[in-house]
């Protein structure tokens, strides 16, 4: 839609044009003069007119509005924003001494150093640990630390703390006197963004007639945020072929999805597969990638600081890759560049020991290995 929008000065001289066209004799417009206040009066009001036209204009279509009004539009289909998610990940609570028994309650607080975010302790019944009679983890005495899992407190992608940063023991625990993150937590993802919210209902229009492709992507897209997957139709998962049956390998971001995040995606697609056809559902296969460099730094910035800036924004941009999605070998450097503004150059930059492109299959996913940044 092409409209005719005019600003304030165009407003006015349209109409002092017009008034001067029409009139018999000379028309005052100088400054002060009671028709040049007139005049802008009038455009003044035909302004905000046209305001009101325009935010009615892109609040009632999908592809303009944003935010609340969106959420209101696709309210009438029944169609909802996917919500934030929450980070995990793994914690050590450490001890200087280990004379006695400690216990780590589910629900033990921990947080980043700025006391910015906070982590709950989660329960693992695989942990060894783990002692549901006490609620909590019971540290037996001789051992010096433990390794639980934790939860951010309140959703969304600013809880996906570094390797490091979480070091802060919120209240305290008896007999446990420090706590630390050996690596990096996943999984939080702020409330689905527009664009992407816009692009799930086109697919959802898509899959209404059900047993589609459409149908089946839309429903694993709308299991949780992050979500990846690739549909191999009349093949087995070794490639064989075999008509009527299809398989579909998703991933939860991580790289690693659980057993139960599986059976989800099983459940998802069953409710609008095809009559009579087969299928399976597969976790990707991990290829790890292994990248070493080194940079020189702006002698005006603090070198160790840029190296961990570099390594996070690799972590960040290798752990987003999707299923199947190539890892170009040129695209490290820009990576390292677009980190910081003092990295000066880049060099002996290896991915998995060469110089080459690391691909992936439709079946695998590309994540951090080892990131080794000097």
Known sequence: MNLNIKDFATLVRDQVTAITGRAAGLVDFTIGSLMLAVVESNASALQWVQQLILNLLA???????????????????????????????????????????????????????????????????????????????????????????????????????LAGTVTMIVGSISGIDTVTNAAAFANGMDAEQDDAFRARFVLWVQSLSKGTKAAIGFALASMQQGVSYTLTENQDINGNFTPGFFYAVVDDGSGNPSSTFLASAANAIEAVRAFTSRFAVFPPQLVQANVTMQLVTDPSGNHATIVNMVNAALQTYIASLKLGQLLPYSQLAAVAYGASPLVLNVTNIQLNGGTADLAATQRQVIRPGTIAVG
Not at 59 to 73: G, K, N, P, Q
Not at 138 to 146: D, K
């Open 59 to 161: 609040t009632t279509r999908a592809a303009t509005c944003a935010a609340s009004d969106l959420d209101s539009w696709m309210a009438d289909f029944n169609f909802y924003r996917l919500s934030a998610s929450q980070a995990t990940g793994m914690v050590t609570l450490s001890r200087f001494t280990a004379t006695q028994p400690a216990l780590i309650l589910i629900g033990q607080l921990v947080a980043s150093a700025d006391g910015s975010q906070q982590f709950a302790v989660t329960v693992d019944t695989t942990n060894s640990l783990y002692n549901a009679t006490l609620g909590g983890y019971l540290v037996p005495a001789g051992t010096i630390s433990a390794t639980v899992p934790v939860k951010a407190n309140i959703a969304g992608a600013a809880g996906n703390a």
